[in-house]
Nanobody
Framework: QVQLVESGGGLVQPGGSLRLSCAASGSIFSINAMGWYRQAPGKQRELVATATSGGTKNYADSVKGRFTISRDNAKNTVYLQMNNLKPEDTAVYYC???????????????WGQGTQVTVSS
């Protein structure tokens, strides 16, 4: 199994910054993609940003230019630097990893427990 442990959420004023971290552990052969999703109250979970092991990054339009995703493949860790935060960024942020557990094995989808980000004055 694979465990994802997130950290870095909290309360910040509009215009402020936060950095989220997510470390994957367990019987991992490879992690093909890691990323962040978020879910605000009453809304569906949505993609924020993803990064593949090859370096391809993808962002939601709403966070482009403000958020930066990065990965440390050696540590199986993904980061999300969030700058110029807005009240509409308030949500529970979930780490996601698409991993294989053995060579040529199937890819599985794993989720962290979520970390609350609140942007408010």
């Amino acid at each position: 199994q694979v465990q994802l442990v997130e950290s870095g959420g909290g309360l910040v004023q509009p215009g402020g910054s936060l950095r989220l971290s997510c470390a994957a552990s367990g019987s991992i052969f490879s992690i093909n993609a890691m990323g962040w999703y978020r879910q605000a109250p009453g809304k569906q979970r949505e993609l924020v940003a993803t990064a593949t092991s090859g370096g391809t990054k993808n962002y939601a339009d709403s966070v482009k230019g403000r958020f930066t995703i990065s990965r440390d493949n050696a540590k199986n860790t993904v980061y999300l630097q969030m700058n110029n935060l807005k009240p509409e960024d308030t949500a529970v942020y979930y780490c996601n990893a698409k991993a294989t557990l053995r060579p040529s094995g199937p890819q599985y989808n794993y989720w962290g427990q979520g970390t609350q980000v609140t942007v408010s004055s």
